[in-house]
């Protein structure tokens, strides 16, 4: 089975909505680990980040029930 950008986001919205908070370093991790490689870079900082289209689809998902807190690098539910 194949693994869109889709898959990944609605595991992050899982995640959010059983926990509460998901971590970006640990959503980093799980994603390479379960869904792979191309769906994280390494950003223009030097940081690890999430593939585009994997946030474009988290966004479209969520639909503004999560918020990124800047400064501990972690969704929440809102």
Request: proline share 1%; net charge negative; aromatic share 16%.
């Amino acid at each position: 089975m194949e693994v869109t950008p889709q898959a990944v986001a609605q595991w992050m919205v899982d995640e959010i909505q059983f926990k509460g908070t998901l971590q970006q370093s640990d959503a980093i991790d799980y994603v390479r680990t379960h869904f792979g490689e191309q769906f994280v870079f390494v950003n223009e900082n030097g940081n690890a980040s999430l593939e585009k289209e994997v946030k474009k689809a988290f966004r479209k998902l969520h639909n503004g029930r999560v918020a990124w807190d800047r400064d501990g690098f972690f969704w929440a539910w809102t």
